[in-house]
């Protein structure tokens, strides 16, 4: 069988063995900065561990001040809300009646017994009091009708009573305290001629006394009889808890500013230094890509 072999010779000039030179030199830049990205990678990726925990402490460190943050501002919140409608009422009572200090103080105590007796948390009777006293100019005639109020919005919105609620009963009583015996009426509560002219004519202490009494022959007691059930009960249980993160919100709002301030700076720091190190990471890809990019070009 014949030979099929074909032999081939070449001979580099002196232009080839340049050229040969140069892409000598440039594979050895090359190699040069591949080692050099190799060394700093390997630099990367000890940084990134230890980075990494640290990072994870920081993270730790700032969920923990977050989750303190939270629960303080739940608090304050609490008191927060007591603290404005305490406010409101004792704004509208010294405008509408003159009252004192003292006199302001037992129409709290009051809504506070109220409360323990009930399923109208104090917060809730404080709004509708305050709506009362607008047309009330006497603290007897808040004392008398506070009560029946409570057994009003108890009947009305039962466990779910709101201060909005306690507003709208309140709005009903004096306007029926400025004579409009309807607004009664339209609520399912009847009353007798005679009841109806001391509510249009009476004095306040009569108009008080009156209606507190055509509510109780309605819904006298409603407010008592559902903190009896087992949902009462777990309401009153709710409220008592509520005057208590109240208190405790009274105690904390001198630091919340600094814990809130606190977190945010705990994330930011941790964002930050994530950040950096994501830009290092950046720059060793750099230089990988240049090296790839000297490979292709001397290829």
Known sequence: MANNTVEYKIKLTDFGSEATERLKRQLKGVGATVEEVK??????????????QAVASIQNVASAVSQVSSAISGMTQYYA??????????????NTMNASDAEVQSIKDLCSAQQELGVIGDEVQLAGVQELATYASKKSSLETLIPVMNDMIAQQYGFNAT??????????????FAGQTSALSRYGYTFSAAQEQILKF?????????????VRQSVGGVNAELAKTDTGRMVQLNNAIGDIKERVGQLLI??????????????????????????????????????????????
């Not at 201060?163 to 009583?173: F, L, P, Y």
């Not at 004095?203 to 055509?214: D, I, P, Q």
């Not at 720091?269 to 090296?291: D, F, H, P």
């Open 254 to 299: 001198p630091f919340q500013s600094f814990i809130t301030q606190a977190a945010e700076m705990g994330m930011a720091a941790s964002g930050i230094i994530q950040l950096t190190q994501a830009i290092q990471a950046t720059g060793i890809a750099t230089k990988a890509w240049t090296a790839a990019q000297w490979l292709l070009n001397a290829a």
């Open 202 to 214: 009476g004095t306040e202490e009569e108009k008080a006394a009156t209606l507190a009494e055509v």
């Open 39 to 52: 060394s700093k990678a390997e630099d990367l990726k000890t940084r990134l561990i230890n980075f990494n």
């Open 81 to 94: 809300a007591q603290v404005e409608a305490e406010t409101k009422l004792q704004t509208v009572m010294r």
């Open 163 to 176: 201060q909005e609620s306690a507003v709208n009963i309140a709005t009903m009583m004096g306007k029926v």
